[in-house]
């Protein structure tokens, strides 16, 4: 059964502004009932629908404590898998999305902040990205929305591995805003507004299309970055402005694909997973975190992510495992029965995890990359399990990429490495680096370690960057102070703080 666009929009008419669960997803609270599954490790998904947002904060859902609604994603949520500790690989758009496709830092890709219209690059063009590895396992692969990979034509996702495309090619921030189909300009300058609605269109009939076969769909929203814009059925509607307006049509379109999904009987051979790219940016919500997109700090890189799979996956559990979206790549590899590309992974397979059956991931201690300072080459942190360790920090504190008011971006080394106990300390808050020295020592030791496997240019931006000390009279969770500040008589502090 398929649906003509008369159709998609009859059925878009009648919805309400504000969807309702329906009736064949569970509420949380008979999820939270239905009897444990014992996980099948040997079924393989025939379907793969990989949803990420744009700018989508830690806490924008409903099922990770906002007010906003988003009943079809809470469904999704009681009927599968929730992940409270899943990183993004960085906290700006493109280095992100390049981490998520080859499972690796987006510095060893060429991919270190977000391309613009005037990028003449784009991901390397020698990375093995997810959709190479579908495309070759025999999938049919469709990428839906918002790219951000690079826009010549050798980095267009038709040439990544992907059958079709049609979407844009970077932020809605950009004009003009480009519609494609493959690799044609369809319209020059898209309607904004009707991205969302225009998406899920595309992705319902692709699935109707083709439910007979394996396929890997990539749906990529555009929203709710800024400036975020809802289609004119949900405008007011959230009662949260034009970000929860976004976040609301977007649910729907969640709905819609699942919803096609089942219509097809397709559910139970599909496993679905939902994130976002990184953390909110001017509005949205990072929940309990501190931090923002591009910051290094949690609310910069911790996202939602849910994932479904009916009758494999149990539902209604949650995933306490600290996870990366750099282990999408090698775990769906594994599930789907595709090889590892040759380069290694800096993701780990969270297989096990996802079933429940393990919470440590198997992997070196992670990396902050941060798009401020050189050339979006610095690192701020490394984190091992709950432990942060903060070596570095964006001069300007807590700032926004592109916001105009924050003046030049750099990066300075930390005097004194702050450490931060993320799990009991998600908003890192306490800095007990002076309580756990060994701890400190190993997480440093385990980044001087892993340097020298990055590409030239992030090797000497970390050699500069701690060539830039900031003064050691800087508090803990400050920006730095400029090199040797003169700290007034008048002002107490401590030994470890003033003295050179």
């Known amino acids: 059964m ?202 319902v009939k692709y699935i109707d299309a083709h439910h007979g076969e394996p396929f890997f769909l990539y749906l990529a929203f555009s929203y709710p970055h800024d400036p975020a814009r809802a289609s004119e059925r949900f405008k007011g509607k959230t009662q949260f402005g034009n970000s929860g307006d976004a976040i609301a049509e977007i649910d729907w379109s969640v709905g819609e694909v699942l919803r096609a999904l089942e219509r097809n009987g397709l559910t139970s051979d599909t496993l679905v997973l939902f994130t976002s790219d990184h953390g909110p940016w001017y509005q949205g919500s990072p929940g309990m975190l501190r931090g923002r997109k591009a910051s290094t700090f949690e609310g910069g890189f911790r996202v939602p992510l849910i994932a479904q799979w009916p009758g494999v996956l149990a539902a209604g559990e949650v995933r306490n495992a600290w996870c990366s979206n750099m282990d999408v790549l090698p775990t769906l590899a594994d599930l789907c029965g595709l090889p590892l590309p040759s380069k290694p992974l800096d993701g780990a397979d969270m297989r096990d995890i996802l079933f429940g059956e393990d919470e440590t991931p ?67 808050s306490y800095d007990v680096a002076h309580l756990h020295p060994e701890i400190v020592k190993r997480l440093f030791e385990s980044l001087e370690a892993q340097m020298p496997s990055f590409p030239q240019d992030v090797v000497e931006a970390y050699a500069k960057l701690k060539k830039n000390p900031g003064d050691i009279s800087t508090p803990p969770g400050a920006a730095p102070r400029p090199d040797h500040m003169q700290i007034s008589d008048e002002l107490w502090e401590p030994p470890d703080r003033r003295d050179k």
């Open 2 to 203: 398929s649906l003509d666009r008369r159709d998609f929009v009859k059925s878009l008419a009648a919805s309400l502004a504000v969807p309702a669960v329906p009736a064949s997803i569970p509420s949380l609270s008979s999820a939270e009932t239905a009897p444990k599954l014992r996980p099948d490790k040997n079924r393989r998904p025939k379907h793969v629908v990989l949803m990420i947002c744009d700018d989508l904060g830690y806490g924008d859902l409903g099922c990770y404590g906002s007010h906003l609604p988003t009943p079809n994603l809470d469904g999704m949520a009681a009927r599968g898998v929730r992940y409270l500790r899943f990183n993004a690989g960085h906290p700006i758009c493109s280095a992100s999305r390049a981490a998520l496709m080859t499972g690796r830092y987006g510095t060893r890709s060429n991919t270190t902040s977000a391309f613009s219209p005037d990028s003449t690059i784009g991901t390397s063009v020698d990375e093995t990205m997810l959709s190479n590895l579908f495309h070759e396992g025999g999938y049919k692969t469709k990428a839906i929305g918002k790219w951000h990979l690079g826009h010549e034509p050798e980095y267009l996702p038709t040439r990544r591995g992907f059958d079709s495309f049609f979407g844009v090619p970077y932020s809605v921030d950009f004009k003009p805003l480009p519609l494609y189909r493959d690799t044609t300009i369809v319209e020059e300058d898209t309607d904004r507004e009707q991205l969302t609605s225009r998406y899920t269109e595309e992705a």
């Open 362 to 428: 198997k992997r070196k201690p992670l990396l902050y990359f941060s798009p401020m300072g050189d050339r979006g080459n610095d690192v701020h942190c490394i984190r091992d399990g709950k432990w942060k360790l903060r070596v570095a920090q964006a001069t300007k504190g807590e700032i926004y990429l592109n916001d105009a008011t924050t003046g030049a971006n750099a990066s300075a080394w930390l005097r004194h490495p702050e450490l931060y106990d993320v799990e009991l300390d998600p908003a890192e």
